[in-house]
């Protein structure tokens, strides 16, 4: 099983919106209520492109996360902010199909590579749901901390909820 994660492209929208509407019952718990469409290939070629502009302004990374050279989820550093910060925040799922088996861990890996050696930043800060047990588990075996509780955090499934917030920084990584 070889784990690796590569830049997203607008030729991935079609597989990536594949992976959402073959997820939808095992990812929308984690979703915020998305426009009509948005799950849908334009709706993921669109994701993409914002995000593929955001990237060329140094304001994200979006990766998509391979298993055996197939496509089974994305991974993002998103936020990027430079000057004194050096900070991001990470983002990532996985197909429920290979959910538990450490590709979410190795993609994490990958990605905390890219935030501090390619990017030079000094922090990665994640967030969790309270009950996602299982991705607060993928960040502890990647070296983060939890630093924190942010009330109504983000408005999931529409409603504004709790989450556990993580941290990583550069001279404490694994």
């Given amino acids: 099983m070889t784990v690796s994660t590569r830049l997203a492209t607008l030729d991935d929208a079609p597989a990536v919106s594949a992976l959402y509407q073959a997820n939808m019952d095992f990812l929308l718990p984690f979703e915020p209520i998305r426009p009509d469409g948005w799950f849908g290939p334009e709706g993921q ?7 593929l502009e955001r990237h060329a302004r ?4 979006p990766h998509v996360i391979l298993l055996d050279g197939r496509i089974v989820g994305r ?3 998103n936020d990027i902010v ?3 910060f050096l900070n991001c925040h990470l983002g990532y799922w996985v197909s429920q199909d290979v959910n538990g088996r450490g590709v979410a861990s190795a993609a ?5 590579r890219v935030a501090f050696e390619e990017h030079g930043l000094h ?3 994640a967030g969790t749901l309270v009950h996602n047990v299982a991705s607060q588990k993928v960040l502890a075996r990647n070296g983060f901390v939890r630093f924190g509780l942010a009330e109504k955090y983000l ?3 529409g409603v504004w909820q709790d989450h556990i917030l993580f941290q990583l920084l550069a001279h404490d990584r694994p």
């Fill in 45 to 51: 070629r669109e994701v993409l492109a914002t995000a």
């Fill in 58 to 61: 140094g304001e994200c990374v």
């Fill in 75 to 77: 991974i993002n550093l």
């Fill in 82 to 84: 430079r000057g004194p």
């Fill in 108 to 112: 994490v890996a990958a990605m905390i």
């Fill in 123 to 125: 922090r990665v800060q």
């Fill in 155 to 157: 408005q999931i499934e």
